[in-house]
């Protein structure tokens, strides 16, 4: 059980540094107050729950060490995500799913994960939206 409760510090302090980054990135030059991007964890006796910000996150089976997401606050939702503590390195954690650190090829970046830069925003002309229908109108 030690060894698991060792995993999962690595976990929240990589889940810590990654959801840093991924705020730096979306808003540059935002002051970071509080504990907004902050990771903990709460043991007990059957899981171990993860919480991101003021809020639960994954919980982790303390006797497995699987990673699960959550229908309900300490409890897991068995079917999302299922990531293993031993691959916690293979995942990027800061966004608001992990998914596998891959360049656009499929490929990790020397073992480490370069985030895209943020999205920029379409402009959409209104009449454009109506194109498909225009002619039955």
Known sequence: M????????K??????????????????GMV???????????????????????????VVDNQTGIIYGIKAYGVPNLNKYRISLDDIDKYWWG?????????ENGELIDGKFVPKPPL?????????????????L
Do not use: W
Request: net charge positive; charged share 40%.
């Open 95 to 103: 966004d608001y799913d992990p998914h596998m650190k891959k360049t």
């Open 2 to 9: 030690d060894n698991v409760q060792e995993k999962i510090r």
């Open 11 to 28: 976990l929240t302090s990589l889940i810590d540094k990654e959801q840093k980054i991924n705020c730096e990135r979306e808003s540059p």
């Open 32 to 58: 970071m107050y509080g504990d907004t991007y902050l990771s903990k964890s709460k043991s007990g006796s059957k899981y171990t729950k993860v919480d991101v910000g003021r809020s639960g996150k994954y």
């Open 120 to 136: 920029k925003a379409k402009s959409i002309q209104f009449e454009d939206l109506f194109e498909d229908i225009k002619d039955t």
